[in-house]
């Protein structure tokens, strides 16, 4: 049974930094491509960042816009976690905090955690 269990929310000032961690089981991690959601009140989950399964090459990383530059997302396959790095962070990125699995071969997330809650207060 995998089981994604997050940690490390909580609440940060305005340019502040916080990281995510993601503990995966019931899975062979490394695998497998994880994702970053988040969802802010009122509004819909949205996309974060992924990164991709280790290959010969690594693992590559991708995110939305408006985080680039301010957010890492970096995996340690020997501990099956995930992490999402984030700094100079901003009220707007005020949200619970997801992270998801993709197992299958629709190409959707289709395992995901509990979630984490961010609250960035100017």
């Known amino acids: 049974q995998v089981q994604l269990v997050e940690s490390g929310g909580g609440l940060v000032q305005v340019g502040g930094s916080l990281r995510l961690s993601c503990a995966a089981s019931?899975?062979?991690?490394?695998?497998?491509?994880m994702g970053w959601f988040r969802q802010a009140p009122g509004k819909e989950r949205e996309f974060v960042g992924t990164?991709?399964?280790?290959?010969?090459?690594?693992?590559?990383?991708y995110y939305k816009d408006s985080v680039k530059g301010r957010f890492t997302i970096s995996r340690d396959n020997a501990k099956n976690m995930v992490y999402l790095q984030m700094n100079s962070l901003k009220p707007e990125d005020t949200a619970v905090y997801y992270c998801a699995v993709r197992t299958g071969d629709t190409g959707e997330f289709d395992h995901w955690g509990q979630g984490t809650q961010v609250t960035v207060s100017s």
């Open positions: 990164i991709t399964s280790f290959g010969l090459r690594g693992s590559s990383t």
């Open positions: 019931g899975l062979t991690f490394s695998n497998y491509v």
